[in-house]
């Protein structure tokens, strides 16, 4: 979206996993690069750091290739440098097996269960212990550790409570790089959006489905806000799980009950600030994380204490360093800031909350 002259982001601000969106192309006969192009980030982010043990206080820039990766890993913890070889190594099979071939089955029967490639990748990897012990295993290095368990935060959970089959998001993000793609985050969705209407598919916005009308367990019509109903052949639903579920399907068609959605642990929500400048900020590049306090503590606030914490650590993604046509003065800067907080503390964030933790 634009506000005064500035353009952000607002959705994903991470490009990971290239070929997963070459793959998507390939489908239909096209190739990324037909419709936007890549730039990888090397240094992929910095990481501003308080004291530890093994790093003074200050930054990190955490290099963009896999090589670069694992030389400067081996500079920061000289002992683990083979060790680190096997996790990549054992995280690359982890990534391979599950984007490739495990997500594809829509677990719509038990036999998709028994799978003996699935049970001996079980028995050869560590795939269902805590992600965080896992990889305590590879490195004594509190700050290396930091940088390898950082980004299971992506998928909205906590590194201490995650499985260790999510070493393959350690992979994906420093093996195969961090990309920017042109014309930002959104340049993706808008290929997307173009290839499906070159294919026929017709897009509508601006129309919410309120409702839906079955027959025989099936959907056989979608209700909007107008008012309107449309006869449909089938519905695929890409929204909220339980808003679906609990607010558009009949009762006789739910799986799960408000009990059952009572009891679940949901992923951590987040303030986020959006702001623009005239000036150059020295100090940050595309991604900066601040972890110059207790990464731990505040993890621990977010996922089980539920409260905000005192001294927050956050993130700070800044588009303008590599495309300066975001901000609408040259020299000037568009970012915004993510601050990670408990789901539990949902409509608490007044504007002096706000305040306090942009200070």
């Given at each position: ?241 339980h808003h679906f579920e609990q607010q558009l399907l009949p009762f006789e068609l739910r799986r799960y009950d408000e ?101």
């Amino acid at each position: 979206f634009e506000a005064d002259g500035f353009t952000f982001d607002a959705g994903p601000s991470w490009y990971w996993m290239p070929e997963v969106f070459e793959r998507f192309f390939e489908r239909y006969g096209r190739r990324v690069d037909e419709f936007y192009t890549l730039k990888r980030l090397d240094p992929a982010y910095r990481v501003v750091t308080g004291q530890t043990p093994d790093a003074p206080r200050g930054f990190l820039d955490v290099p963009g290739t896999f090589e670069g990766f694992r030389a400067w890993a081996a500079e920061l913890d000289p002992a683990a440098a083979p060790a680190l070889g096997a996790m990549f190594a054992e995280a690359q099979t982890k990534y391979e097996k599950g984007v490739f071939e495990w997500i594809w089955k829509p677990m719509t029967q038990l036999s998709e269960l028994i799978d003996l490639d699935l049970a001996r990748a079980a028995v050869e990897n560590d795939m269902f212990g805590s992600l965080e012990r896992h990889l305590a295993k590879f490195t004594s290095s509190s700050t290396l550790l930091d940088i390898l368990k950082w980004p299971v935060i992506f998928l909205g959970a906590s590194p201490a409570n995650a499985p260790s089959l999510y070493s393959l998001m350690t992979y994906a993000g420093h093996a195969l790089g961090t990309w920017y793609p042109s014309g930002g985050m959104a340049a993706p969705a808008r290929a997307m959006a173009d290839l499906a209407t070159q294919l026929g598919a017709e897009i509508r916005l601006n129309a919410e489905v309120t409702a839906l009308k079955t027959d025989d367990n099936s959907v056989t019509e979608l209700c909007l806000s107008n008012g309107a109903c449309e006869r449909v052949d089938g519905v695929v639903n890409a929204g909220d799980y339980h808003h679906f579920e609990q607010q558009l399907l009949p009762f006789e068609l739910r799986r799960y009950d408000e009990r059952f959605w009572d009891r679940q642990v949901m992923s951590p929500s987040c303030l986020l600030f959006y702001l623009g400048f005239d000036r150059s900020l020295p100090g940050l590049l595309h991604h900066t994380f601040f972890f110059d306090s207790d990464l731990d503590a505040h993890l621990h606030a977010t996922f089980d204490a539920h409260e905000y914490s005192d001294e927050p650590t956050f993130y700070v993604s800044a588009t303008s360093k590599t495309d300066p046509n975001v901000a609408p003065r040259t020299g000037g800067e568009a970012l915004f800031v993510l601050v990670p907080i408990s789901y539990q503390l949902n409509g608490t964030d007044s504007q002096a909350r706000r305040a306090q933790v942009l200070d």
